[in-house]
């Protein structure tokens, strides 16, 4: 199987895309903070599935890479509530796309959880 064709990946790379298009909205002075953050967080989550999925030989690489996705996750959750805050973005627009940051970390969750079914070797540990 192909890391594109996990749910996880699919859904992060969409988030992420929706929130490079609604970025583009951002005041100009926000250029080289908020928006280059949550730009950055988001596509570092699908671009690191890809990379998790590719350790899966490694039960313990595959989890650990998929924890540093769950955390980039969280960050980018954390730059949502800023764009709302700051009035960047609307209550609609905020509480779907963390509604949606939210489904992807429990998928990712699911696959620390469950390594063995995204093809983990258990022979191989670390």
Known sequence: ???????????????????FNISKSFPIEEKYSLTDQIRR???????NIAEAYRKRRYTNHFISKLTDRDAENSETNVWLEF????EYISKADYTNLTEQNIEIGKLINYM?????KFGC???YKS
């Open 112 to 116: 620390i959880n469950n390594p063995d």
């Open 41 to 47: 967080s988001s596509r570092s989550v699908c671009a």
């Open 83 to 86: 764009a709302y805050i700051c």
């Open 1 to 19: 199987m192909d890391f594109r064709e996990l749910l996880a990946y699919q859904k992060a790379f969409q988030l992420a895309m929706k929130i």
């Open 121 to 123: 070797n258990s022979k």
